[in-house]
């Protein structure tokens, strides 16, 4: 019995350690297969990661490439009757520039340029006059044409610029510092009463002293280069209306600077409140 017993024991023993061992080697196995899945599962995720980098690669310079496309299509130049160019921008501030103006002033813009003109007109007269009354803007293929009634300028039968006139021609010379290439032409212009004094022999004498005081205030007090300018005297004999009555004579009595702008330098210069 107590052999029986021993034997039993030992059985017991030997069946546990058998057990035990094929617990382990499972065990073993297991471990071993979950190595080789995350071994696997490393390997496809570094792969992964390798494959997004090349689509966030190509996805950033698709991306740089539609700003760069988008960039050119809004630089992109329109000729107007091939005498100016205007990017799509430009063509922006235009359009919300012309919603400010006047309906009736746009009645009888039909081209592009016809609008061009408005909107600059509108631009420069809001951002120089302060009187509109007493200046007035035109346009001739972006040429702009800014005649400045003299009581803005002078006192009567002088070539002294007055006070008053600091205020528009350090805008006007702001518009000009703009652009480097511009040139400029100050015009003087007088009405048709002769004038003959010690001072000046005739209209012409008056009318050029009165385009060399602009030129030579916008050149010493506001920096415009003076090889962008030119001082022209026009007497009497270019009017914009009649010499019939006082009031006429008084429109006749200007000064005019005649200015050619690169339209978008033009159009940034005034982007302000404006626009």
């Given at each position: ?133 007493d200046v007035n803007i035109n346009i ?109 004579r008084s429109k006749n009595r200007r ?21």
């Open positions: 019995m107590k052999r029986l017993s021993i034997i039993a024991v030992v059985s017991l023993v030997v069946f546990s350690s058998c057990v035990s061992k094929k617990k382990y080697v499972a065990l073993e196995s297991d471990l071993n297969d979950t190595k080789s899945r995350l071994t696997k599962t490393q390997v496809e995720k570094e792969d992964l990661e390798s494959k997004m980098a090349k689509i966030e690669a190509r996805v950033a310079d698709y991306n740089e490439k539609i700003n760069s496309l988008k960039e050119i299509n809004d630089n992109q130049l329109t000729s107007v009757n091939d005498v100016a160019v205007m990017s799509n921008n430009t063509k922006g501030k235009m359009r919300k520039t012309l919603s400010k103006v006047d309906p009736a002033l746009l009645a009888n813009a039909t081209t592009l340029e016809d609008s061009i003109n408005v909107a600059i007109s509108y631009n420069l007269k809001k951002s120089i006059a302060d009187d509109e009354d001739d293929k972006t040429v702009v044409m800014i005649n400045i009634s003299d009581k803005l300028l002078f006192n009567s039968g002088s070539y002294q610029l007055s006070s008053k006139a600091n205020t528009i021609l350090q805008k006007i010379a702001e518009v000009i510092n703009s652009e480097p290439s511009m040139e400029v032409m100050v015009e003087g212009h007088t009405d048709a009463k002769t004038i003959n004094t010690p001072m000046f022999q005739d209209n012409w004498d008056l009318s050029v002293k009165r385009a060399t005081s602009v030129v030579r205030l916008l050149q010493n007090k506001y920096n415009v280069a003076p090889e962008k300018m030119i001082a022209a005297g026009r007497s009497s004999f270019m009017p914009l209306v009649e010499n019939d009555s006082k009031e006429n000064t005019k600077i005649v200015i050619i702008p690169n339209l978008d330098k033009f159009f940034a210069l005034l982007d302000s409140d404006t626009l």
